[in-house]
Nanobody, 126 residues
């Protein structure tokens, strides 16, 4: 069982930055791929970024490439999502997810993840 706790959300102006953190419980964090998803009101939950358990390489959806940076610290059981140059369309609840040994090709699939955090609200004002 893995429990995920997100933090770092808030209200920011267009062009601002936020850093989201997700702390995972358990001793096998390094064997989990981690993902960030977001859900805006009235929309489906969509992928934002994922980081492979094996290579540690991050992957991003096109809409956040060049603005968001995903990293992980296995010693702290934590993943970080640094979000820069935020836009109003980034407004959503952001969810952290963990999936055991998810390979890079599936990082953007919700079904690949077994565990989800409670979400943290990110609001970008125009």
């Amino acid at each position: 069982q893995v429990q995920l706790v997100e933090s770092g959300g808030g209200l920011v102006q267009t062009g601002g930055s936020l850093r989201l953190s997700c702390v995972a419980s358990g001793r096998t964090f390094s064997s989990y791929s981690m993902g960030w998803f977001r859900q805006a009101p009235g929309k489906e939950r969509e992928p934002v970024a994922g980081i492979s358990w094996s290579s540690g390489n991050p992957y991003y959806v096109d809409s956040v490439k060049g603005r968001f940076t995903l990293s992980r610290d296995n010693a702290k059981n934590t993943v970080y999502l640094q979000m820069n140059s935020l836009k109003p369309e980034d407004t959503a609840v952001y969810y952290c997810a963990a999936g055991r040994a998810v390979y890079s090709g599936a990082l953007f699939s919700r079904d690949a993840y077994n565990y989800w955090g409670q979400g943290t609200q990110v609001t970008v004002s125009s």
